[in-house]
């Protein structure tokens, strides 16, 4: 089915461990991007990207690293985790920025920081 | 600075009374407006979306929501509400121009007493 692919769907990781967490579209979207979501602050962006290779900051972009080598995958990644990283994490794609083309969620990561 | 408020966290509603969930933006001009759903454990799901001409726009669901750029607000309605209906939903903003990116409020949970 066509859609926004996150793994894994629950992560629990120690202090200090890195991981990464997979998003890939096959909808052939230009525009991804990753937001965490936390209980009362709705959905932060962490990172985005409008291409293959072009990747920027959002608001939250502290302790994550992206790269975008093709236009279906947008991997994240936790270099050093820490318990503030223990979050919701969302993947979103579209066709463009532009609202005209709507955005696509995936289901989700659930991560855990110990 | 861009922003979207959701001034509400919580809301408890009877089922079957109509329901307003409010959005208040912050923009210099007029940006593309969304409501989305999320229900427990799940991604989110687009209701609807504005981005000019008539200012009452009918979503999924039954749901609609009113622009009103003299309150710079965008309202979420429905005239009778589910069990169904209760989840968090948020109201987001896009401005339209270049590469944006979609900047969420902190969310208004619904809970829908009996």
């Known amino acids: 089915n066509a859609g926004v692919t996150q793994t894994p769907k629950f992560q629990v990781l120690k202090t200090g461990q890195s991981m990464t967490l997979q998003c890939a579209q096959d909808?052939?979207?230009?525009?991804m991007s990753w937001y965490r979501q936390d209980p009362g602050m709705g959905l932060r962006l962490i990172h985005y990207?409008?291409?293959?290779?072009?990747?920027d900051q959002g608001e939250v972009p502290n302790g994550y690293n992206v790269s975008r080598s093709t236009t279906e995958d947008f991997p994240l990644r936790l270099l050093s985790a820490a318990p503030s990283q223990t979050s919701v994490y969302f993947c979103?794609?579209?066709?463009?920025?532009?609202?005209?083309?709507?955005?696509?969620f995936g289901s989700g990561t659930r991560l855990t920081v110990v | 600075a861009q922003s979207v408020t959701q001034p509400d966290i919580h809301i408890t509603v009877s089922e079957g009374a109509s329901l307003e969930l409010r959005c208040n933006y912050s923009?210099?001009?007029?940006?593309?407006l969304f409501w989305y759903v999320q229900s427990p454990g799940q991604g989110l799901q687009l209701l609807l979306k504005?981005?000019?001409?008539?200012?009452l726009v009918q979503g999924i669901k039954g749901f609609e929501a009113e622009f009103k750029r003299s309150q710079s607000s965008f309202n979420l309605r429905k005239p009778s509400v589910h069990w169904s209906d209760a989840a968090e939903y948020f109201c987001?903003?896009?401005?339209?121009?270049?590469?944006?990116?979609?900047?969420f409020g902190k969310g208004t949970m619904l809970l829908v007493s009996p």
């Open positions: 979103a794609s579209s066709y463009s920025s532009s609202a005209n083309y709507g955005y696509t």
């Open positions: 909808m052939n979207h230009e525009y």
């Open positions: 990207s409008v291409g293959a290779g072009i990747t």
């Open positions: 923009y210099g001009a007029t940006p593309y």
């Open positions: 504005y981005f000019s001409g008539d200012t």
């Open positions: 987001a903003f896009l401005v339209p121009s270049g590469y944006s990116t979609l900047t």
